[in-house]
């Protein structure tokens, strides 16, 4: 089966720019998570889907930050207006049972200069 | 909470054993998960514990004790390929809590 695909995988761009991912998850797994790794730092949670719905978004950082899951099939994870502080690597996982483990995505390294 | 410990960095020599630590605080528990992250690629799952004890899988074992939120990661037979960082991962007190991961061990393999 196809993995969890991510889109782009670098991105670099200038603060108060306007960046969105997209992570594509495993065909018919319901769970969809976001998580962002800032460098030193372990990965932390952003945001939950079940299906189209957000079952936790309490990781995400601020209101800069939105995350839309149409259609229960692929996410995006916009960042508007992006600052320094939003730099790291983006890692979408999806999941059918959580207890069987996440799949991640190779992740989005975002660059914000 | 759910604090989670691991040491930052370990060295080890091919061909040896290493163990890798991980201590968790948690209100409830519903297991414990090893993670490997090689440089620039997505963490892939290795080993999820939910009771007490050891799991072995080839060269890698886990290993859980609940009452002391202890588990550790048993790597046997190094390989070169084995440097990465090893995330232990809580999943939490309830059913749907998403992953919480301590910040990884950095594994280096040396000939």
């Known amino acids: 089966e196809a993995g969890v695909t991510q889109f782009p995988s670098h991105s670099v761009i200038e603060k108060g720019q306007t960046v969105t991912l997209r992570c594509d998850p495993i065909s018919g797994h319901d769970n969809l998570y976001w998580y962002r790794r800032v460098m030193g730092k372990e990965i932390k949670f952003l945001l939950h889907f079940v299906k189209e719905s957000k079952q936790d978004e309490s990781g995400m950082p601020n209101n800069r930050f939105l995350a839309e899951r149409t259609g229960g099939t692929y996410s995006t994870l916009k960042v508007q207006p992006a600052e320094l502080e939003d730099s790291g690597v983006y890692f979408c996982?999806?999941?059918?049972?959580?207890?069987?483990?996440?799949?991640f995505g190779s992740g989005t390294r975002l660059t914000v200069v | 909470g759910q604090n989670i410990d691991q040491p930052t960095e370990m060295t080890a020599t091919e061909g040896a054993i290493v163990q890798i630590n991980c201590t968790y605080q948690?209100?409830?528990?519903?297991?414990l998960f090893w993670y490997q992250q090689h440089a620039g690629e997505a963490p892939t799952f290795l080993s999820y514990n939910v009771l007490d004890g050891l799991e072995e899988k080839g060269r890698f074992s886990s290993f859980l004790s609940r009452s002391k939120g202890y588990s550790y990661l048993l790597l046997k037979e190094l390989q070169m390929k084995d440097s990465a960082s090893y995330l232990c991962?809580?999943?939490?007190?309830?059913?749907?809590?998403?992953?919480?991961f301590g910040k990884g061990t950095r594994l280096s393999v040396i000939a």
């Open positions: 991962a809580d999943p939490g007190n309830s059913g749907n809590t998403p992953l919480v």
């Open positions: 948690t209100s409830g528990f519903n297991g």
């Open positions: 996982a999806s999941s059918q049972d959580r207890f069987y483990g996440y799949t």
